[in-house]
C-alpha cells in the first residue's frame, strides 16, 4: 500500500548544483502537487499538475522546474540550488474531477539542505 | 492576501485539557472545500477532515470535533481530553472549487499543540 513515494529523504547540496526530487502514487490520481514547507511556515504550492502533459505555476516556482510524462511519475527538477531552497519539499496527489474533491495524499518529505 | 489564518502559533496545555484551534478563512467562491491536517514530530502530513461548504454540521470523530460557522468563516478543531500524542501541527485548509483555481489547496501558517504529561 504504497500511496505517494518520495525520494531522496534527505539530501544535502552545494550551492549551484541540481538535482531531482523524485515523486510516484500508484492510487491513478490525476492531479499532483508539490509544496515546499519552510520552517514554522505552512505549506506553499511550487507546481502541480492536473494530468500527464499538464503542469503549471504555484505560489512559488522560481527556481523549480516540472513535468509530467506520466499518470504516475511528478519530479522536481532544481537547476541551480540556491540556500533559500533550503526546505522540506512535500509531494501530494489526489483525485479531482468535476464536483469532487478529494483530499491530498501525502509523501514523507524529503529535507533539502543548500550549503 | 492569506486566504487561511491560524492566528495561534502556540498551545500548550497538559494531558486531558480540552484545546481548540482557531482557523478563519477568505473565498469568494460559493463552492469549497475546508480541510485539516496533522503534522506529527515524524514529519508526515495526516489527513484529519474535509469539509464542503454546503455542510455546515458540526462533526465528532472520536476526541477530535469540528465547529464550521459559514456566518464568520471560521472552522475550528476542539481535541477533547488532550494526550500526549496529540502533540503536533495542525494545518488548516482551503480548497476553492472555481476550475481556474484547479482545487490547489492554500495552507494555514500551522499551530503547534503540545500535550505535557
Known amino acids: 500500500n504504497a500511496g505517494v513515494t518520495q525520494t531522496p529523504k534527505f539530501r544535502i547540496l552545494k550551492i549551484g548544483q541540481s538535482m531531482t526530487l523524485q515523486c510516484a502514487q500508484d492510487m491513478n490520481h490525476n492531479y499532483m502537487y508539490w509544496y515546499r514547507q519552510d520552517p514554522g511556515m505552512g505549506l506553499k504550492l511550487i507546481y502541480y499538475s492536473v494530468g500527464a502533459g499538464i503542469t503549471d505555476k504555484g505560489e512559488v516556482p522560481n527556481g523549480y522546474n516540472v513535468s509530467r510524462s506520466t499518470t504516475e511519475d511528478f519530479p522536481l527538477r532544481l537547476e541551480l540550488a540556491a540556500p533559500s531552497q533550503t526546505s522540506v519539499y512535500f509531494c501530494?496527489?489526489?483525485?479531482?474531477?468535476?464536483?469532487?474533491?478529494?483530499?491530498?495524499?501525502f509523501g514523507d518529505g524529503t529535507r533539502l539542505s543548500i550549503l | 492576501a492569506q486566504k487561511v489564518t491560524q492566528a495561534q502559533t502556540e498551545i500548550s496545555v497538559v494531558e486531558k485539557e480540552d484545546v481548540t484551534l482557531d482557523c478563519v478563512y477568505e473565498?469568494?467562491?460559493?463552492?469549497?472545500?475546508l480541510f485539516w491536517y496533522k503534522q506529527p514530530p515524524s514529519g508526515e502530513l495526516v489527513f484529519l477532515i474535509r469539509r464542503n461548504s454546503f455542510d455546515e454540521q458540526n462533526e465528532i470523530s472520536g476526541r477530535y470535533s469540528w465547529n464550521f460557522q459559514k456566518s464568520t468563516s471560521s472552522f475550528n478543531f476542539t481535541i477533547t481530553a488532550s494526550q500526549v500524542v496529540d502533540s503536533a501541527v495542525y494545518f488548516c485548509a482551503l480548497s476553492e472549487s472555481e476550475p481556474q483555481n484547479d482545487y490547489k489547496l492554500s495552507f494555514g501558517a500551522g499551530t503547534t499543540v503540545t500535550v505535557r504529561a
Open positions: 473565498t469568494r467562491d460559493t463552492t469549497y472545500y
Open positions: 501530494a496527489s489526489s483525485y479531482s474531477g468535476t464536483g469532487r474533491n478529494q483530499p491530498q495524499h
